[in-house]
């Protein structure tokens, strides 16, 4: 829906602002507010628990936030995520996500799994006839660009040998990575990746690393993920907010999140009034 809403600055793509939801007596998420930039990879970091597959659930329209707006710029002017439904959000708003869990079509082939993400595409070639599936019109030309879109992708994710593979066949790993090709052949401005580098090895993770990085850096994409890996987070973010029991504790560059008091001591579980007793251990260190 695009109404009067001021346009964001150019170099933003969201802008999520006072974030609430609410389930019942529980706030898991609580006033909070952050930007994505456009050509960055923004993590949503924090404790177990701390509301960030909730702040995810409410940009892709599982929720719907109790308090709070949530501002995409688009080709057509700015969109207020929280006044769409889930498909409008991935479809008119070109916002695609992957879950925890990994939810490729198992019994299909890695290129048919690519090829059944262009779905929407390929329908509004055929104009939804038989005569259209059939070839007259721009369907036989719809379905071309889109399995010439699936060969590039898994090209990019290093699965071409394996494209006609059942999906479940593949190494956890790359069912990963397939899944991230997938999301990226609706060629979405936002992509959302929950927890990716979960249950990687250390080559996965390399990988996917180098993946995230090559999306960041060639296509109009931004990357938004909740990630626990510390490694992966420091490696490849440009742009860390962490969250501890709904609230942002803070927001910022890496390196200014990775010493930032609050965030030690909520990976700690430290009480707040022991905060501050954690920040001047970590002026000592820094002297030292
Ligand atoms: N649908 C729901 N109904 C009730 N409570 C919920 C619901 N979804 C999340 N919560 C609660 O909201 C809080 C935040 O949960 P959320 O899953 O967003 O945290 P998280 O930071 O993603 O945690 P984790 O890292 O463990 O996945 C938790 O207390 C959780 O139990």
């Not at 308090?67 to 889930?86: F, I, N, Q």
């Not at 498909?87 to 916002?95: C, E, M």
């Not at 369907?139 to 006609?164: H, M, Q, S, T, Y």
């Amino acid at each position: 829906m695009i109404d009067d809403t001021p346009a964001l600055p150019p170099e933003l793509l969201l802008r999520v602002e006072r974030l609430t939801m609410r389930f019942g007596g529980l706030t898991a998420v609580n006033d909070v507010s952050f930007d994505v930039r456009r050509g960055e990879i923004t993590a949503l970091i924090g404790p177990n628990g701390a509301g960030k597959t909730t702040v995810f659930n409410c940009i892709t329209g599982f929720y719907k936030p109790t308090v709070g707006r949530l501002t995409l710029a688009s080709k057509e002017g700015p969109l207020l995520l929280e006044r769409l439904r889930d498909h409008q959000i991935s479809r008119k708003a070109n916002v695609a996500r992957t879950f925890q869990n990994i939810r490729l079509f198992g019994g299909m082939t890695a290129l048919e799994n690519l090829l059944v993400a262009q779905h929407a595409p390929l329908m509004k070639a055929s104009g939804l006839t038989v005569l259209g599936v059939l070839g007259i019109g721009g369907f036989n030309k719809a379905e071309r660009a889109a399995i010439e879109k699936a060969k590039v992708w898994l090209e990019r994710i290093g699965l071409i040998d394996r494209a006609d593979d059942p999906a479940a066949d593949l190494p956890y790993g790359d069912q990963r990575r397939l899944e991230i090709a997938r999301a990226m052949c609706t060629e979405p401005v936002l992509l959302c990746l929950d927890e990716p580098a979960a249950g990687l090895n250390p080559r996965e993770s390399l990988e996917l690393n180098a993946l995230l990085r090559s999306i960041r850096d060639q296509d109009d994409t931004a990357v938004l993920l909740i990630e626990h890996d510390m490694s992966v987070v420091m490696e490849i973010s440009d742009h860390v907010v962490v969250l501890d029991y709904g609230k942002k504790i803070s927001d910022g560059a890496p390196l200014h999140v990775r010493n930032d008091p609050k965030v030690i001591a909520a990976y700690l579980g430290v009480e707040d009034e022991e905060v501050e007793k954690v920040e001047s251990e970590i002026a000592v260190e820094a002297t030292s």
